[in-house]
């Protein structure tokens, strides 16, 4: 332990001899700074040799991540190699590994504020939200955080702080205007057919153009019943509606709920979690009798984080569905019976910022009357960017997600 001693302090005296070294040359800002384990966090530095590009695949970072947790290990006190561990750890979406040297530095200098808040912002994507909270808090207090990095930590520390609750409230709206060429739904040329037979349509009931005004409102509750396997119970609300300007036939509203537990499968896979639900919904039309179409019924989901970038989500869901006539003959209670859907939605990480998102699902509804039953499948897929706003100001990232899907029937 002497010997050990001996040898951290020669380093310490040759590391501070550099940098006063450096000082006589006019660079010792950056050299100090550097030296002493403060060198901030960037994805944007010059091509050294031996560090690799940004380009470098998984088996590449893997490499470097290796030789450099091995050069760690032999010097403790070299941050160059800290630091850069840290950064291929976090491309690598390793976290854990990550945090481990992000901490290992705070022992060695607990004055790194950009480390804190790079261990807050790994905790909270981890869950971990009462320690992302603590450090977050650490990082805002202290005076040599970055303005822009500082305006980060104070946007995310309030989400931190609520994810520590029990009962946590979550609220999307959405509101804007339409125009419909057909706002009717109705042949161009005024004559449909049904049965083999052309039907000539009133003028009142051809084809028209209108616009409307719409709402939508999504509402979701967690409470998290704070036991060691993570069970959360999950409410969901979604209310939408739409008012036509002209033809106020069409008025529409529809409202839809699930309750469900998510329960934790910590013995299967850390972030593993299954959440049976029941699901209900109704609607109303102006123009037909209330509610117009209903359904009822539940489905279970499974969410399966194979890897630290890519995650499984298959479900399958049922429901009894039932559309009200008012006319004579019943002829829209011919769409009532049953709906299955089953579903497989797939996450990936392609890098830091950068996730692709895909879903493929199947669908088999079993109407009273055999002909209105159908069948139907499709997929879709979606590429999430993160960048950068425009303004260091924005504490927050923007997204971009161009997106593509189909369905046949």
């Known amino acids: ?15 501070m001899l550099a940098v006063l070294a450096l000082a006589l040359a006019g660079t010792a800002p950056a050299a100090a700074q550097t030296l002493l ?8 530095q010059a091509s050294v ?28 006190l070299d941050f160059e190699a800290a630091y850069d561990y840290v950064e291929v750890a976090t491309a690598l979406r390793d976290n854990e590994a ?4 992000l901490e290992r530095l705070l022992t060695y200098n607990p004055r790194l504020a950009r480390a804190r808040y790079e261990l807050g912002l790994l905790y909270f994507q981890m869950g971990s939200h009462d320690a992302a909270a603590r450090y977050l808090r650490e990082a805002v207090a202290s005076p040599d955080l970055d303005p822009a990095i500082r305006a980060r930590a104070e946007a995310l520390y309030p989400d931190a ?9 979550s609220v999307f709206l959405q509101a804007g205007l339409r125009y419909q060429s057909n706002a009717t739904y109705t042949p161009s040329g005024g004559v449909l057919r049904l049965g083999g037979q052309d039907f000539l349509l009133q003028p009142q009931e051809r084809r028209r153009a209108d616009g409307s005004a719409f709402g939508l409102a999504s509402i ?10 993570g069970d959360v119970i999950e409410t969901r609300l979604l209310a939408f509606g739409s008012k036509q300007f002209r033809e106020t036939a069409f008025d529409f509203g529809y409202v839809e709920g699930s309750f469900g537990i998510r329960f934790g499968l910590p013995e299967l ?7 049976p639900y029941i699901v209900g919904q109704t609607s109303a039309l102006r123009s037909e009798r209330s509610p117009y179409v209903s359904s009822g019924g539940g489905g279970v989901s499974l969410r399966l984080p194979v890897t630290p970038t890519f995650t499984l989500e298959p479900g399958i869901e049922a429901r009894a569905t039932s559309v009200a006539a008012r006319d004579a003959f019943g002829a829209s209670g011919m769409g009532g019976g049953s709906l299955v859907v089953g579903y497989m939605t797939g996450t990936l990480g392609l890098a830091p910022d950068i996730d692709l998102e895909a879903k493929v699902f199947g669908l088999r509804s079993d109407a009273n009357r055999a002909s209105q039953s159908f069948a139907k499948i499709g997929a879709a897929a979606a590429l999430s960017i993160q960048f950068a706003p425009p303004s260091e100001l924005m504490p927050r990232k923007w997204k971009l997600s161009p997106f593509v899907g189909g369905a046949w029937i």
């Not at 896979?269 to 959440?275: E, F, H, V, Y």
Request: no cysteine.
């Open 1 to 15: 332990m002497a010997m050990w001693g001996r040898i951290r302090a020669v380093r310490g005296k040759r590391r």
């Open 37 to 44: 384990g403060g060198r901030p966090f960037s994805r944007q």
């Open 49 to 76: 040799p031996g560090r690799g590009s940004e380009s470098d695949g998984p088996a590449e970072l893997r490499a470097r991540q290796q030789a450099l947790l091995e050069r760690t290990r032999r010097d403790p």
């Open 98 to 101: 990550a945090i481990g040297a």
């Open 161 to 169: 702080v609520k994810q520590q609750s029990a009962s946590r409230w």
């Open 220 to 229: 979701g509750h967690d409470y998290d019943l704070q036991n060691q396997r």
């Open 269 to 275: 896979m850390p972030g593993a979690s299954i959440k």
